[in-house]
């Protein structure tokens, strides 16, 4: 993994460093994902899913509930 250092950046060649970053530094730096949004999508689904599981859940539990007539 590439790493800059303070003394490799250079008044006159930093523009040019960042710009000279390859696809595999690019995937490095971001997490190794291209696509963000993608996940945030998908994040955002399987809290939906997590949501809809522990609802279930709780119904059932009330349900259960009300067929005990002690």
């Not at 996940?39 to 955002?44: D, S, V």
């Not at 949501?51 to 349900?63: D, G, K, R």
Request: net charge negative.
């Amino acid at each position: 993994m590439s790493r800059i250092t303070i003394s490799d950046l250079h008044a006159d060649d930093s523009e040019g460093l960042l710009i000279d970053i390859s696809n595999i530094d690019y995937i490095s730096i971001y997490a190794g994902a291209d696509d963000d949004l993608a996940q945030i999508l998908n994040y955002g689904l399987k809290n939906l899913q997590f949501a809809l599981l522990a609802f279930t859940i709780h119904e059932v539990a009330e349900l259960a509930k009300s067929f005990n007539t002690q």
